[in-house]
């Protein structure tokens, strides 16, 4: 469809992965900021 050969699947695959990488770290993180906050509110 694009035509993607392996040359460009090589070089672009890595930088997917960091892209994946940080919004899971970014999601992980609003999650953990989310559940503080609650915490904070209930004392």
Known sequence: MF???AYTFE???PSLLG???M???M???F???KNLMNEDQKK
């Open 11 to 13: 070089t672009v695959w």
């Open 19 to 21: 892209v994946a990488a």
């Open 31 to 33: 999650f953990k900021v």
């Open 3 to 5: 035509g993607i050969d």
């Open 23 to 25: 919004a899971g770290v």
């Open 27 to 29: 999601t992980w993180g």
